[in-house]
Structure formats: C-alpha cells, structure tokens
C-alpha cells in the first residue's frame, strides 16, 4: 500500500483549472521531486493534500485512510506536515519558542490544566521542551534556541521552517521551495540535511524546488507539472532529456 495516494486532483479558481487531474502515489522513504514553471499548480496540489483547499473532484488517501475534506490540523495529526514557500515564523519570538508552538495540536492536556498548572500539563510542557532541544539540536539551531526567530540568517530560518514541520511528528514531509533564496553552498548543506532528517525520522519527502541543483542531486523521481497537469514523470535523468519538459520549463542550459 502506497503511504500516499492522490487520485485525479482538480481544483478550480473562478474559470482558471489550477490543477487538473493530478495523480501521485509515493512509497513510504521516498524523495520525489514536484517541479515546473511558474504557476503551474505546484504549491496548490500541497494545499489540497494537506487541507488548506478541498479539491473540486478526486480524492487522497494517506496509509489507507481518505483525508480529502479533513482540515489542515487534522491532516497534520495524522502525519504530514510542510512548509511554506514564503517563510512563516513568529519572527518577534524565540527560536524555541516557534518549534514549542508547532507542538500546539499534538499537546496532550486540556485548557483547565493549564490553567490550574496540573502535574499533566507541566509533565507535557517538560516533554515539549525537551522534544523541541532535540529537533533544534539536529537541525543545528539549538545554540540559538534563545534568539528571536527574525534575527536568523535567511538560511536557518528555513530551517527553523523545517523544525516547526517536525515537530507535527510527520511521516511525510513536504517541502515548498527549501532553497529559495539561498547560495551554492548553502543548497549542498541543504541536500545534506534532508537526507539527514529523512533518515534521523524516518520520513517520505515530497519537495518543490526550483532549483535543478537541489532536484537533481536529492530527488529519486520527479513529477513535472505545467498549466495544472502532469506533463512528465520518471528518473532525473529521464526527466531532464524529456523534450516536453525542456520545452516547458528547464531549457537546455538550467539542466547542463
Ligand atoms: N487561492 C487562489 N485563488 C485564485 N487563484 C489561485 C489561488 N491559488 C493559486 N491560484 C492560481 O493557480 C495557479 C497555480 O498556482 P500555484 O501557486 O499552485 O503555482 P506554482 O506551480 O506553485 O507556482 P510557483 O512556482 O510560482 O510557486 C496560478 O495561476 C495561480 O495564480
């Protein structure tokens, strides 16, 4: 059974088909690349697997169960966080204190205990601290637990951004644009870093990126998508020599 199922996706704006029948089915442990030009419904086929938009028709289904029409924090419950292509942090709070806020819909007390300080909603906060360290400490950031989010380099905000995701307990991970904005190296530290959280937490990847060195170097598989539909799908290399797809978006000299 595929950890994830996506079964002729449409969505609709006004007369505009963002996406039109989008397919996709991923093993659990997978890295798979979704790319294309602007505009082609990359960012809305993550909004529709993880809630933020129901689909128009077609379903998804996630280790067996359909999650179409569940809302985002129910999707997240259930094991697939992301990020954002336009980084979203609480950029006057700590670096801790954003990953302690993404632990919010996976607490386990109620607002009494909260409120009266019980034993189970400080032995929950101690587990959250404790938690958010490690996450930070394997994303290299623990050093800057105490800094306020904003005043990190564009590059450890993302991956502050990938902490935040973790803490949701994913099975699957989906990455929007991870590299934007950064330099050469950057990207290769990056490449290495997803492999390593794959590893550390046992995660599907499923990420869009624009930039080819990251796709190439990281992705198993790609799926290409342009004007809302699939247009290719296959093996890097396949990929990159498919003439529909040079044609669409990477252009012989982005691929070199
Ligand atoms: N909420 C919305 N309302 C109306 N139109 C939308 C909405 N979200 C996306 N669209 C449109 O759907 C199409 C696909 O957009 P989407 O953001 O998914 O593309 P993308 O492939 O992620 O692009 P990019 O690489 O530039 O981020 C675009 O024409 C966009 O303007």
């Given at each position: 059974m595929p950890l994830l199922k996506v079964d002729q996706l449409?969505?609709?704006?006004?007369?505009?088909?963002?996406?039109?029948?989008?397919?996709?089915?991923?093993?659990?442990?997978?890295?798979?690349?979704l790319i294309g030009p602007n505009g082609a419904g990359k960012t809305t086929v993550f909004n529709l697997i993880t809630g933020y938009f129901p689909?128009?028709?077609?379903?998804?289904?996630?280790?067996?169960?359909?999650?179409?029409?569940?809302?985002?924090y129910q999707i997240c419950q259930l094991g697939i966080?992301?990020?954002?292509?336009?980084?979203?942090?609480?950029?006057?709070?700590?670096?801790?204190?954003?990953?302690?806020?993404a632990f919010q819909p996976h607490s386990r007390y109620w607002l009494i205990d909260a409120f009266?300080?019980?034993?189970?909603?400080?032995?929950?906060?101690?587990?959250i601290l404790s938690e958010s360290q490690e996450i930070l400490d394997t994303l290299g950031?623990?050093?800057?637990?105490?800094?306020?989010?904003?005043?990190?380099?564009?590059?450890?905000?993302?991956r502050l951004e990938i902490a935040r995701a973790l803490a949701c307990k994913p099975k699957l991970l989906l990455l929007d644009?991870?590299?934007?904005?950064m330099n050469p190296s950057e990207v290769r530290e990056l490449v290495k870093l997803v492999r390593f959280i794959k590893e550390?937490?046992?995660?599907?990847?499923?990420?869009?990126?624009?930039?080819?060195?990251?796709?190439?170097?990281?992705?198993?598989?790609?799926?290409?998508?342009?004007?809302?539909?699939?247009?290719?799908?296959?093996?890097?290399?396949?990929?990159?020599?498919?003439?529909k797809v040079l044609s669409a978006y990477l252009g012989r000299g982005a691929v070199a």
């Amino acid at each position: 059974m595929p950890l994830l199922k996506v079964d002729q996706l449409e969505i609709s704006f006004g007369g505009l088909k963002a996406v039109s029948n989008f397919n996709l089915e991923m093993e659990t442990g997978e890295i798979v690349g979704l790319i294309g030009p602007n505009g082609a419904g990359k960012t809305t086929v993550f909004n529709l697997i993880t809630g933020y938009f129901p689909p128009t028709t077609g379903s998804i289904t996630f280790e067996g169960t359909v999650i179409t029409g569940k809302k985002p924090y129910q999707i997240c419950q259930l094991g697939i966080a992301r990020t954002f292509q336009n980084i979203r942090l609480f950029s006057q709070n700590t670096v801790l204190d954003n990953v302690r806020a993404a632990f919010q819909p996976h607490s386990r007390y109620w607002l009494i205990d909260a409120f009266l300080r019980t034993p189970r909603f400080l032995a929950e906060e101690a587990r959250i601290l404790s938690e958010s360290q490690e996450i930070l400490d394997t994303l290299g950031l623990l050093h800057r637990a105490g800094d306020r989010a904003g005043s990190l380099p564009y590059g450890a905000q993302r991956r502050l951004e990938i902490a935040r995701a973790l803490a949701c307990k994913p099975k699957l991970l989906l990455l929007d644009e991870p590299a934007a904005g950064m330099n050469p190296s950057e990207v290769r530290e990056l490449v290495k870093l997803v492999r390593f959280i794959k590893e550390r937490f046992d995660l599907t990847v499923l990420v869009i990126e624009h930039q080819m060195g990251l796709v190439m170097n990281l992705c198993e598989r790609l799926v290409v998508m342009d004007f809302g539909v699939t247009i290719a799908e296959g093996l890097p290399h396949e990929v990159r020599e498919n003439p529909k797809v040079l044609s669409a978006y990477l252009g012989r000299g982005a691929v070199a």
